[in-house]
């Protein structure tokens, strides 16, 4: 599911589209209502499928840089453990950060949705 750029809208509702296929080394455009019409442009630099997935974007010369990553393991309930981190870095990050909107809600929006969408699918 995380790997299916073009079904995310149908279990992500903060996702407005994502344009690209996501793997090894591609380039998406992530485009969410936190930001309603503006792309995010990310690169897929790790992905390991059922495991780890990272995203990494910004801006030019690493002057503002944010990385996702995904990941899936094993929990002793024998049900499967979701984790999400993003990183901002770089110089801007103070001037950036005053203008950026709480993530907190999108992440748990994403979340959800994906939980919501494996156990549909099991």
């Known amino acids: 599911m995380l790997t299916d750029s073009a079904r995310y809208t149908e279990w992500d509702s903060g996702i407005e589209r994502v344009e690209g296929s996501i793997g090894p080394g591609e380039t998406i455009k992530v485009y969410s209502q936190v930001n309603a019409g503006r792309a995010f442009p990310v690169k897929v630099t790790e992905l390991t499928p059922n495991q780890r997935m990272t995203w990494r974007g910004g801006m030019p010369f690493g002057v503002f840089k944010g990385v ?27 001037m950036i950060w005053r203008s950026m909107p709480d993530l907190g809600p999108s992440f ?13 699918t099991s």
């Not at 453990?81 to 990050?93: A, H, I, N, Q």
Request: proline share 8%.
């Open 68 to 94: 996702r990553t995904f990941a899936l393991a094993p929990a002793t309930d024998g049900q499967t453990r979701f984790t999400m981190r993003e990183e901002f870095t770089g110089p801007l990050l103070p």
């Open 108 to 120: 748990q929006q994403f979340a959800s949705g994906l939980k919501a969408r494996a156990e549909s």
